[in-house]
């Protein structure tokens, strides 16, 4: 399994232990089925090269692509995520509408390479005149950095990722959310065509729609919203 640290989703505790709501529905999942599971810390970036090759099976918090349809299955959703604009908290009543607007006036926007925001945004990163506007990082701390310094105006963030980095980093009278946010989209588990069957997909969302029939699926969610 590629683990990529996405606090509150997948990340390590101070003991060095890797958890999260992502891992935890995993690791309940994986004991349906009877199967261990081996981590491989990387980047985002590094995983889905990893993935390619088949050097490791999956990763979790996926959205579907064309491209990665090409090197890769994908589970059934088993959460959903959504993105919101982050800014410096004196540009919080900027007034745009949409992300559009935002970079349509000139302000540089902060994504983290190779994540999937949307088709919006992919539509727009797509556009030879608005391309420019785009700041890619390897990691979210590195857009929140880059924004107190200037460099980009806001960046996109899942809500839930953003909220925890900035409490932990005392970054959140800094940095603010803004009033857009994009829509709800699914999240999936991205398993390898190299290294993995199709059959085992199958298992693994038997394995999924057993921990929600037996409530454990719940539980673990709950205990992240609390």
Same mark, same amino acid.
């Given at each position: 399994?590629?683990?990529?640290?996405? &606090?509150?989703?997948?990340?390590?505790?101070?003991?060095?232990?890797?958890?999260?709501?992502?891992?935890?529905?995993?690791?309940?999942?994986?004991?349906?089925?009877?199967? &261990?599971?081996?981590?491989?810390?990387?980047?985002?970036?590094?995983?889905?090269?990893?993935?390619?090759?088949?050097?490791?099976?999956?990763?979790?918090?996926?959205?579907?692509?064309?491209?990665?349809?090409?090197?890769?299955?994908?589970?059934?959703?088993?959460?959903?995520?959504?993105?919101?604009?982050?800014?410096?908290?004196?540009?919080?009543?900027?007034?745009?509408?949409?992300?559009?607007?935002?970079?349509?006036?000139?302000?540089?926007?902060?994504?983290?390479?190779?994540?999937?925001?949307?088709?919006?945004?992919?539509?727009?990163?797509?556009?030879?005149?608005?391309?420019?506007?785009?700041?890619?990082?390897?990691?979210?701390?590195?857009?929140?950095?880059?924004?107190?310094?200037?460099?980009?105006?806001?960046?996109?963030?899942?809500?839930?990722?953003?909220?925890?980095?900035?409490?932990?980093?005392?970054?959140? &009278?800094?940095?603010?959310?803004?009033?857009?946010?994009?829509?709800?989209?699914?999240?999936?588990?991205?398993?390898?065509?190299?290294?993995?069957?199709?059959?085992?997909?199958? &298992?693994?969302?038997?394995?999924?729609?057993?921990?929600?029939?037996?409530?454990?699926?719940?539980?673990?969610?709950?205990?992240?919203?609390?």
């Amino acid at each position: 399994m590629g683990f990529d640290a996405w &606090e509150p989703y997948q990340y390590m505790t101070v003991g060095d232990t890797v958890t999260g709501l992502d891992v935890e529905l995993v690791r309940a999942i994986a004991a349906e089925m009877q199967c &261990e599971l081996n981590i491989v810390q990387g980047s985002w970036v590094e995983l889905l090269g990893l993935l390619r090759d088949g050097e490791i099976d999956f990763v979790l918090g996926a959205s579907i692509t064309e491209d990665r349809q090409r090197f890769a299955y994908f589970s059934e959703p088993y959460r959903q995520e959504q993105f919101s604009l982050y800014v410096r908290a004196d540009d919080i009543d900027l007034d745009v509408n949409n992300i559009e607007e935002f970079i349509n006036a000139g302000h540089k926007l902060g994504i983290v390479n190779e994540y999937y925001y949307g088709d919006e945004i992919a539509e727009l990163y797509a556009s030879a005149k608005f391309r420019p506007q785009f700041v890619g990082a390897i990691i979210s701390e590195m857009n929140m950095a880059r924004l107190l310094d200037e460099e980009i105006d806001g960046f996109l963030e899942d809500s839930f990722v953003a909220a925890s980095i900035l409490r932990r980093k005392g970054l959140d &009278e800094l940095i603010k959310p803004h009033q857009i946010t994009l829509g709800n989209n699914d999240v999936y588990v991205m398993f390898s065509k190299a290294s993995v069957e199709e059959e085992l997909v199958a &298992e693994f969302n038997r394995g999924l729609a057993a921990i929600k029939q037996n409530g454990l699926y719940q539980q673990i969610v709950t205990r992240y919203q609390d």
